[in-house]
Structures are given as C-alpha cells and as structure tokens.
C-alpha cells in the first residue's frame, strides 16, 4: 500500500525537478543540489522525516524563544497567568487536589530513575544497546536545561496558592519537561517495536494523556503558572525530537553499515 504523504512529495519533486532554472542550478553545483534533493527522499530517515523533524525542532525553539521572553517582559502574559492560577485555586476541592498530587509524582525525578530502570532492563534484554544510550542522554540533557533555565530566568513560584511547599524557582516546569519526553521516548519506542500490534496508536494516545494530566496538575495544585507549564512542554518535546532523531540516525547507519561491506 502506497504512502500517500510519500507519493506526493515524489510527485511535487519530479515537478519541480523538471523546472528549467532548478535543471541549471543542478548542472552549475551538482553537489548541492544532490545534497538537497536527499533532504526530501521520503524512503530513509535521513532524508524527508529528518528534515521535517529539524523544521519542527526550529519552530520550536523559536516559539520557547518568544515564550521566555513574554514571561520576562510582556505583562499580558503574567496577567493571564495569575487569572488562570485564581481560578483553579477558587475550584479546587480536597479529593481532587489529592489525585493530582499523586499524579504529579510521576514526572518527577524519582520517576525518571524508576521507569528508567525498568526500560533499561527491556532494552538490556533485548540488546538495543543505543535506545539505552540515547535515553539517559534525553534524560540527562533536559534535567540540566530545566535546571540552568531556572536559574537564567529565576521566576518566583505563584504565591499563597500552593498545596504544598515547592523550592527552586518556576520557569520551566521540570515535571511538564521530564513528562513529554519520558512518556513520549517510552511511547515511541513502543510505536516503533510493536509495528504490527493493532494497540500500537494507543501507546501515543495514553502518553499525551498522562503528560496533559501532568502537566495541568502542577497548576491546580498551585505550584506552577500556565506559562511554566507550556515552556516546559515545548522543551520536552524538543528533547523527545532530539532522541527520536538519534535513535533512527544511528539505527539508519546501523542498517547500512552491512551493505557498505557487501559492496
């Protein structure tokens, strides 16, 4: 069955390919155009989902960016941050606060160390050496960035709403981070082993999930602005693209590493 995604990126390529001014760059610096054109190859990873990932991980950044600076600087944002945090604060109850403080500990460190280790068995048993690799790398990565970006941006915690007594400062939410990508690594490399499995999309679904419910219990419990929360979610899933791009990237040069030798 046909990629329909695939067959139109080779369909728009072969147009474009056909264009006179795109035939005489091609014949003026054939290295180039050849390195462009493998960055839309749609049958490697290499090609069109690494350049769609490096697109995404821009906007990304770039969005994180603007966001850091709205906290530093826009007062529309610290307005609408306060607004949120009252009004969950004037609806909490006692049994919900109670779900969410038990929910919460699952993006915390402790978690990470927990769920790290049981995934580290999994792929130690079925020797997939570089998903351990690139894991703790994710892990560790985003537990320095949350912290250095703490203390870069030093933004108080909301005041007198909290359900229990948090150090360090706001911004970002490490539990948002450390949600997005410890769950949605996990759910990749579950989408990715079980090819076949008819539950395959349910392990994306019980990710976004779990991070959402994560994410929105550092706010209702008081601990957290909207804000800390979003920024924490755009860094994690940075994080989450820069394990996914290198676990294909190495399994890509593993793959092709034996037909290099036959050649």
């Given at each position: 069955m ?7 990126v ?6 474009f ?45 770039s ?13 529309w944002?610290?307005v ?12 909490r ?7 969410f ?11 990470v ?39 870069f ?5 909301p005041a007198?709403?909290?359900?229990y007594?948090?150090e360090?400062y ?21 989408y ?8 395959r ?26 804000s800390d ?7 994690g899933?940075?994080w ?24």
């Amino acid at each position: 069955m046909k990629n329909p995604l695939s067959h139109k990126v080779r369909r728009a390529k072969r147009w474009f390919l056909e264009q006179s001014p795109v035939r005489s760059f091609q014949q003026k610096f054939p290295r180039v155009a050849a390195f462009i054109g493998n960055r839309f190859y749609t049958k490697s990873f290499v090609g069109l989902p690494l350049t769609l990932l490096l697109v995404v991980a821009y906007v990304n950044v770039s969005l994180l960016s603007e966001l850091t600076e709205s906290v530093m600087d826009a007062e529309w944002i610290v307005v609408t941050d306060h607004t949120f945090t009252s009004q969950l604060y004037s609806a909490r109850s006692p049994w919900l606060s109670e779900f969410f403080f038990m929910l919460t500990k699952l993006g915390e460190r402790n978690a990470v160390f927990v769920v790290g280790a049981v995934a580290t068995g999994i792929f130690l048993y079925r020797r997939r050496y570089a998903a351990i690799v690139v894991f703790w790398i994710v892990m560790a990565g985003l537990g320095l960035s949350v912290r250095y970006g703490k203390t870069f941006i030093s933004r108080a915690r909301p005041a007198d709403v909290a359900y229990y007594e948090v150090e360090h400062y706001s911004f970002p939410s490490g539990h948002a981070t450390t949600a997005l990508a410890l769950y949605g690594l996990l759910a990749y490399f579950l989408y990715r082993h079980y090819n076949k499995s008819p539950y395959r999309n349910l392990y994306l679904w019980l990710a976004f999930i779990l991070t959402l419910l994560v994410g929105f219990s550092r706010i209702y419990l008081g601990v957290h602005y909207l804000s800390d929360v979003l920024a924490g979610y755009l860094l994690g899933l940075l994080w989450m693209l820069v394990g996914i791009s290198l676990v294909e990237v190495m399994m890509y040069r593993k793959n092709k590493a034996p037909l290099n030798n036959r050649s």
